[in-house]
């Protein structure tokens, strides 16, 4: 895993630590932990992350090699942030995530795509960065003198991922943005149902993002985002509460537009031996709700699972291929037709839908 990536919304990944453990529902097929199992021998780079029962342990590792690749890379792209870990994992400590943020901050001409499990530990990140006792040394005159405008941020997080770097970032190439929340920096949740999507998606709405996404994959029970995708406009109820009561009266008489408080669903089965299948239904239903709230969607795959193409039952396939839905869920059925063979249509289209990059 490196510059090239065959998930479906993004174009590279990087992977400066390795190591995770299971949080929810949606962990129990993991694919990174699949992955891992390959590749946990002697000397082997996951050696020593996952237990014996193949499951990871715990353990996290920070690849110091892997550190800088983003500033080695010269041809702008999306960069899935530890598609092989949770950045925001307890074992990762809030001074390396900073360091990791302080590379994405540097190499500004990237757009780094952050998914998160953990948004409460991502939280607590941003008050530790908001509240850190060298901040004095950052927000400073001396500061605005020389880059006007500028917030300390940035400056501070390139300072720790200068102490992260073994020979402290000589020679790569910087391109440091003043800005605050860096613009060039998606940061999102992981939701697999209602129960984590009403636990997470409320977390991240609290941290500093120029764009905040979520990916539903796997998608394992019907999700409504109604009361995300139709809240008002994030940036403007952070800084001015009152404006954007005001916006959202507007809006009800129909005089006025709230940007949503998410700004991308990405939605997705589950793959792999043990994938369970996904209702047709549960994908459509946030098509449509994305589409009516003007918020971009990407359809990434059906996974093991899909609706028979045609309507009717594939000949090869033998009857336990098929899956039913039941109560509670609507009337339906899917077919284990493979990733491949499953594709990534939904009601005879693709969905490749992306939000606009921040300014």
Not at 6 to 22: A, D, K, L, V
Not at 138 to 148: A, E, K
Not at 319 to 345: I, N, Q
């Amino acid at each position: 895993m490196g510059q090239k990536t065959g998930i479906e919304w993004t174009e590279s990944t990087w992977n400066p630590i390795r190591g995770c453990s299971r949080v929810s529902e949606g962990c129990r097929n993991c694919y990174a932990e699949t992955v891992a199992n390959r590749f946990k021998g002697p000397g082997e780079p996951y050696e020593g992350l996952i237990a014996k029962g193949g499951q990871w342990n715990g353990e996290v590792r920070l690849v110091e090699h892997k550190l800088d690749e983003p500033c080695r890379w010269s041809k702008p792209r999306m960069i899935f942030v530890n598609s092989m870990s949770d950045l925001f994992h307890p074992a990762v400590s809030f001074e390396t995530i900073a360091g990791i943020f302080g590379i994405m901050a540097a190499a500004s001409w990237h757009t780094f795509q952050v998914l998160t499990k953990r948004p409460q530990r991502m939280l607590e990140f941003f008050s530790w960065l908001e509240f850190h006792p060298d901040r004095s040394n950052f927000d400073t005159q001396r500061l605005q003198s020389t880059y006007p405008g500028a917030a300390w941020q940035p400056f501070f997080l390139a300072q720790a991922a200068a102490e992260l770097l073994p020979y402290q970032g000589d020679g790569l190439r910087v391109d440091l943005k003043g800005q605050w929340p860096l613009t060039n920096l998606w940061l999102g949740v992981s939701v697999e149902d209602q129960e984590t999507a009403n636990e997470r998606i409320p977390q991240l709405l609290e941290t500093p993002a120029a764009v905040r996404w979520i990916s539903a994959e796997p998608l394992l029970g019907p999700i409504i985002l109604d009361e995300f995708l139709f809240r008002g406009d994030h940036s403007l109820r952070e800084t001015d509460p009152l404006a954007a009561a005001m916006l959202a009266e507007s809006v009800a008489d129909g005089h006025g537009w709230i940007r949503p408080a998410i700004d991308w669903v990405v939605v997705g089965g589950e793959s792999g031996p043990g994938a369970r299948p996904m209702h047709p239904d549960w994908a459509r239903s946030l098509r449509d709700r994305c589409q009516a709230a003007e918020v971009p969607f990407l359809f990434k795959q059906w996974g093991e699972f899909a609706p028979s193409p045609d309507g009717g039952l594939p000949d090869e396939l033998p009857e336990p291929s098929g899956y039913y839905f039941e109560d509670p869920h609507p009337p339906g059925k899917a077919w284990r037709l493979g990733k491949k063979r499953a594709g990534r249509t939904l009601d005879g289209r693709t969905w490749d839908e992306y939000p606009e990059p921040a300014q």
